[in-house]
T-cell receptor
């Protein structure tokens, strides 16, 4: 079946512009995560959605970052007034959200470069 | 102290060698443990879950030591295709998933 998809795959933007990243999770997966991975670094948790519950936004680095998810489908991560330090790969992962099924399935990521 | 710690490596090993990685975690309430593999410029993919009794999948063996709070990954008969970064993942609930920064393995011909 279809895996997690993300778009765009690459994005180059100018400092100060807004960007919107999209994630399509695996159908039926209630849990959705966004991570940031800077070059040569580990995964940095950003935000977590579970069904219709309020998202866990504890990982968002600043108020320039926001994310939305409609029900159990598509999610968008928005970065306003981008800065050069926002340059990274943004990874989305989904999970069934059921006990005993914690495996996360990752999308290919969006590579963001802020000039 | 980081919640999950891994030796970043790189581990450079010849083909056919056996190599082992450890990962330590700080929170004793951690419930589930996983090893993911990440190839260069690719997304992480699940390699294997880690069970209390230890588990094996072909050339790969994972162990959990709750008393000492670490998990391990053993790779036997290393292949060139095993070259990747191996990420340790500790799960304390859906909102408490922590990835280690990874251990880089380079298998040399």
């Amino acid at each position: 079946g279809a895996g997690v998809s993300q778009s765009p795959s690459n994005k180059v933007t100018e400092k100060g512009k807004d960007v919107e990243l999209r994630c399509d999770p695996i159908s039926g997966h209630t849990a959705l995560y966004w991570y940031r991975q800077r070059l040569g670094q580990g995964l940095e948790f950003l935000i977590y959605f579970q069904g219709n519950s309020a998202p866990d936004k504890s990982g968002l680095p600043s108020d320039r970052f926001s994310a939305e998810r409609t029900g159990e489908s598509v999610s968008t991560l928005t970065i306003q007034r981008t800065q050069q330090e926002d340059s990274a790969v943004y990874l989305c992962a989904s999970s069934p959200g059921l006990a005993g099924q914690e495996t996360q399935y990752f999308g290919p990521g969006t590579r963001l470069l802020v000039l | 102290r980081k919640e999950v710690e891994q030796d970043p490596g790189p581990f450079n090993v010849p083909e056919g060698a056996t190599v082992a990685f450890n990962c330590t975690y700080s929170n004793s309430a951690s419930q589930s443990f996983f090893w993911y593999r990440q190839d260069c410029r690719k997304e992480p993919k699940l390699l294997m879950s880690v069970y209390s009794s230890g588990n094996e999948d072909g050339r790969f063996t994972a162990q959990l030591n709750r008393a000492s709070q670490y998990i391990s990954l053993l790779i036997r008969d290393s292949k060139l295709s095993d070259s990747a970064t191996y990420l340790c993942v500790v799960w304390r609930g859906y909102q408490k998933v922590t990835f280690g920064t990874g251990t880089k393995l380079q298998v040399i011909p």
